[in-house]
Structure formats: C-alpha cells, structure tokens
C-alpha cells in the first residue's frame, strides 16, 4: 500500500511528539524565583559526616551535615530573609536566611559558594564562631534518603523553589553528593569533598 509522503511525516511527527511529552508528562520542575538573571543551584552536599569541614566545632564529635550553594549567574546576589533552606518539599520555610551575618550582609558572588551546615541549631550562627562567617540550619540531613530545597519568597510572598534536589541513600560516611561536572544537571557521589570549591 502506498502512503502520501505528506501524510507520513505528518504521521512520523506526531509519534515523536506523543512520545517526548509521555517521558516529561510526570516530571516536575522546579520554578526558579531568583531575583537576579540565572540560577542558584544546590551543588553539593554532605548527609552523612563524621569529620569536620572547616566550621567552629572542628575535630569534635559534633561533626555536621552541609549543603553548598553554588552561583552560576553573572551577578553576585546577596541573601537576605527572603531566602529559604529546608529538607522538606511540602515545608520551604523550614530555615530562613538571616539578613545579615554578624553584621555584615550575606553576599555570593558570581561563580561563587555558600556553605550551610545543617546541625539542627536554631540560631542563624554561632556568637562565639572567630570567623564571623559561617550559617548553621536547623535540621539535619538524613543520611537513609531525603530532600534539599533552596526557595526565594519575592515581596513578602510564599517561597518559590529555586532549586531542589531528592537524593537516595548515602551508605558511606564522610562521601559527598554533588554536581558533576560542578553546576551541571547530573549528580554523583564525589572522588573528594570540597565544600567552597569546584566538585570533583
């Protein structure tokens, strides 16, 4: 049987098209909400840690979890108290920014990282830290499975994800998670942990 050439792409066009929107038809992505051109991204991050990673507590037993956070805009952006952290999707304003950090204000610049660690301590930093710099959440990661979710809540709105990230099970401690290459859409464990610095 013969078949009009016409008919056939018309055809052959729509299969590829039923068949690209059935692979995304149950994906959901996040919105980003930034307020600078670009993206933030969650780069990197550590569920399951015995050692220390640079924070006041170093070489103690209260070693923490971190989340690293990574600017791939062009334009530094400074945190503020509309920025969000959270482990839960269905809670984006588990922890909020503080708007300034020991008086100074919160800024990443373009290309730069943010490091978070997630200790479950209420208060935004710790007084006596000698550097000045450093932003503790208040919760945990779970080491088994769980969330990682950046949000931004523009003119005094309900957070929007920025960025979010579900990851599995982190069955060896002191590895971590993160983008490879750094900033890119697929994610590994890491050869080395470098918190602050490019994945590897």
Not at 71 to 98: H, M, Y
């Amino acid at each position: 049987m013969l078949i009009n050439k016409k008919a056939f792409l018309f055809m052959m066009t729509i299969i590829v098209v039923t068949s690209f929107s059935s692979c995304l038809k149950d994906r959901k992505f996040p919105v980003p909400n930034s307020p600078q051109t670009g993206t933030l991204v969650i780069n990197e991050l550590m569920a399951y840690e015995t050692l220390s990673y640079g924070d006041e507590f170093g070489g103690s037993a209260t070693a923490e979890d971190w989340i690293e956070i990574y600017n791939e805009t062009d334009s530094a952006i400074t945190f503020g108290n509309r920025w969000f952290l959270s482990d839960t999707v269905g809670t984006l304003n588990k922890w909020q920014f503080p708007s300034k950090l020991q008086g100074q204000p919160i800024i990443l610049p373009s290309k730069g990282y943010l490091l978070v660690y997630c200790d479950n301590l209420i208060s935004p930093y710790i007084v006596s830290d000698s550097l000045g710099n450093q932003l503790h959440a208040s919760f945990r990661l779970a080491h088994t499975s769980g969330a990682v979710v950046l949000s931004y809540a523009a003119n005094g709105g309900n957070p929007k994800i920025v960025d979010s990230y579900i990851y599995g099970n982190q069955p060896t401690k002191d590895i971590s998670f993160g983008r490879l290459p750094n900033g890119g859409s697929n994610w590994s464990f890491c050869t080395q942990a470098t918190p602050g610095a490019a994945n590897q």
